[in-house]
């Protein structure tokens, strides 16, 4: 039976136990099954995050090496020419 413990991951963890922590106990329901629904839900929510998050910093990343490099080519094309020989 899949809990789904193979997604979640360090991040994806640490959310469900918060989550379970700011949830109170009265709030949670008897039900053993609705119990597991929750915390499997939890766990899909957490890893769900954890992609978009790491989607996020490939994207930003991406989106810095594009600005260096465009930052490096203004740079190169502000200096003066070094090799010029004189008239």
Known sequence: MNHGSEMIGKKGLSCVVMSARETAAADLPDDVDALKAMVLALTEKAALLDNQAARNERHTA???AISD????????ASRPPTNVSPP
């Open 69 to 76: 490099s465009r930052a490096e080519r203004q740079k190169r």
């Open 62 to 64: 991406e989106r810095i």
